[in-house]
C-alpha cells in the first residue's frame, strides 16, 4: 500500500499525560499536513511541512502541541498534557502539487 | 469566521438520480477548490478539484462547477449510486493547493436504493 499511513489509529489516555502520533506520507510527496477533526466538523488546519521545514502553525494551536519531520519524511505530533478537549480525530495529509491525500486518521480519546 | 460554507448538513436523493452538493465560499484569495468524501472512521478521500482559472472539470460521474463571481462551486454526480452515501467536504485553498486546505462542515449524501 503506497498510500498515506498513520499510528497507531487509535489512543486512550488519560488527561495530563503525553501522547505523540506518526505520519508516514506518500513517498515522492515534499508537503505534509495536520490536521484535526472534531464531530460535526471538517478538519481543520493545524501545521505543516515542506520537506524538513514547519512552515506555518494554526493560531488556534495551543503550545501543548508540536510537530517535526526531522527528516523531512515521516512526521511527528505531539500533544503534552492533554486535556479532555484534545479528543478528536488527527489526520496526516500529503501532497507534491496541489491534491492532498490523508491519512486514516489517529482516533484521540482523553478520559 | 467560516470562509467556506456548506449549508445544507443533508440530502438525500434517489439511486440513478442527480446529487447536487452546494458550497460557498468568502475568501477572494482562495484559487483551488476540491471535494472529498468521508466515510466513518476514515480520513477523507480526494474526489476532484478545480482551478480558480476554469469554470468546469468533470471526472467520469463527477462534474465540479465554478461560480467565481458567485463565489459558489457545485458537486454534481449522476448518476447516483448506493456507494456515494457518505458525508461531502468542500475545501479551498490558495497558491494553487500549495497550501492548508480550509474545509466546510459537510454534506452528509443518503442515496435511496
Known amino acids: 500500500d503506497t498510500g498515506v499511513s498513520q499510528d497507531p489509529r487509535h489512543k486512550i489516555t488519560k488527561r495530563g499525560q503525553n501522547v505523540t502520533f506518526r505520519c508516514d506520507p506518500i513517498?515522492?510527496?515534499?508537503?505534509l499536513y495536520w490536521y484535526r477533526q472534531t464531530l460535526g466538523q471538517g478538519p481543520e488546519f493545524l501545521t505543516y511541512f515542506q520537506n524538513e521545514a514547519q512552515l506555518e502553525k494554526s493560531r488556534l494551536l495551543s503550545d501543548r502541541f508540536s510537530a517535526e519531520r526531522p527528516k523531512g519524511s515521516f512526521s511527528t505530533l505531539e500533544i503534552q498534557r492533554t486535556e479532555q478537549g484534545d479528543s478528536a480525530m488527527y489526520l496526516c495529509?500529503?501532497?507534491?502539487?496541489?491534491?492532498?491525500?490523508f491519512g486514516p486518521g489517529t482516533r484521540l480519546t482523553v478520559l | 469566521d467560516q470562509q467556506v460554507k456548506q449549508n445544507s448538513p443533508s440530502l438525500s436523493v434517489q439511486e440513478g438520480r442527480i446529487s447536487i452538493l452546494n458550497c460557498d465560499y468568502t475568501?477572494?484569495?482562495?484559487?483551488?477548490f476540491l471535494w472529498y468524501k468521508k466515510y466513518p472512521a476514515e480520513g477523507p478521500t480526494f474526489l476532484i478539484s478545480?482551478?480558480?482559472?476554469?469554470d468546469k472539470n468533470e471526472d467520469g460521474r463527477f462534474t465540479v462547477f465554478l461560480n467565481k463571481s458567485a463565489k459558489h462551486l457545485s458537486l454534481h454526480i449522476v448518476p447516483s449510486q448506493p456507494g456515494d452515501s457518505a458525508v461531502y467536504f468542500c475545501a479551498a485553498s490558495k497558491n494553487f493547493g500549495n497550501e492548508k486546505l480550509t474545509f466546510g462542515t459537510g454534506t452528509r449524501l443518503t442515496i435511496i436504493p
Open positions: 478545480i482551478s480558480s482559472i476554469k
Open positions: 513517498s515522492e510527496h515534499n508537503r
Open positions: 495529509a500529503s501532497s507534491f502539487q496541489g491534491e492532498q491525500f
Open positions: 475568501n477572494s484569495m482562495f484559487d483551488y
